[in-house]
């Protein structure tokens, strides 16, 4: 899971935390494998522990420039299909669906992908099946780690409030995308601070490709202050200090203290809190 610091008493701690399960998931990627019954584990020790160089950070200064200009913007646009005075509540599915599955993500978060590569599938068709209705609050604090600063999270969320006033099928299918092993940068590496770099991965969605709509909001920063007000509500969750977390009619699903990342840990944890 990737850490948030919102609290400075913390902070080191959680940083702590967060290096493991980054760690964690580089290995699962190495390998390929999930053992499941407990948590995800992995073998292969990584040379030289953590001291990689960070790539693509040339441009942060601009990139806060931006962002810092965005804060500060008159105009705010939410995207369609969101509700809210902010439009920062985002409810994907049957509205008739008894149960909530509350997602909490953050674009640059390795974990995430890795949850989003093996049980992602599952979340979709549950949504699909009608089994509960999915509320998604995204954050950007793995912007502001100062071991590994940039703008990719908070250009990501951007992107996905265009993709998400496309449709709520197109939000799915792009964050799927972004997700991908293919397209999902690591952590070191602000690949999606880039508009271009979300442009292309956009044309691999089926309702995006060729949107010039969709691709003008995204280099034009239409839900910048949005994307903004989206990672105020995702720090503002005074009991979520991680992503991925989940939330199952406002309980936590967890395996010990992790989140579950493959569909036999995640499955029957649903069926466990789920409503009748």
């Not at 053992?35 to 020790?45: C, M, R």
């Not at 931006?66 to 509205?95: H, L, M």
Request: proline content about 4%; overall charge positive; some cysteine.
């Amino acid at each position: 899971m990737s850490n948030r610091n919102n609290q400075q008493n913390k902070q080191a701690a959680r940083e702590r935390l967060r290096a493991e399960r980054e760690r964690q998931a580089k290995r699962d990627r190495t390998r390929r494998q999930l053992f499941v019954g407990g948590a995800v584990v992995a073998v292969l020790a990584i040379a030289g522990g953590i001291g990689y160089a960070v790539t693509n950070m040339g441009s942060s200064d601009d990139a806060n420039q931006k962002w810092r200009a965005a804060a500060e913007k008159k105009t705010f646009t939410k995207p369609a299909n969101t509700t809210g005075s902010r439009g920062t509540t985002v409810v994907i599915g049957d509205k008739k669906a008894k149960n909530t599955l509350h997602v909490y993500e953050d674009m640059r978060c390795p974990v995430c992908a890795q949850f989003e590569k093996f049980t992602g599938p599952t979340v979709l068709k549950d949504i699909k099946d009608g089994t509960y209705k999915a509320q998604f609050t995204m954050g950007t604090f793995l912007d502001d780690n100062k071991q590994m600063p940039g703008a990719g999270s908070k250009n990501a969320l951007s992107a996905l409030g265009a993709a998400l006033n496309v449709s709520p099928q197109a939000f799915l299918d792009y964050k799927e995308a972004l997700y991908a092993p293919k397209n999902h940068p690591q952590e070191t590496n602000d690949a999606f601070a880039n508009d271009q770099k979300l442009i292309d991965v956009a044309q691999q969605v089926k309702e995006l490709k060729g949107n010039t709509a969709f691709e003008k909001a995204v280099k034009n920063g239409t839900y910048d202050r949005w994307a903004l007000a989206m990672s105020k509500s995702f720090n503002d969750t005074k009991d979520v200090d991680a992503t991925p977390t989940f939330k199952l009619n406002g309980k936590k699903l967890e395996v010990g203290q992790n989140p579950p990342m493959t569909p036999d840990q995640f499955t029957p944890l649903v069926k466990q809190n789920l409503e009748k």
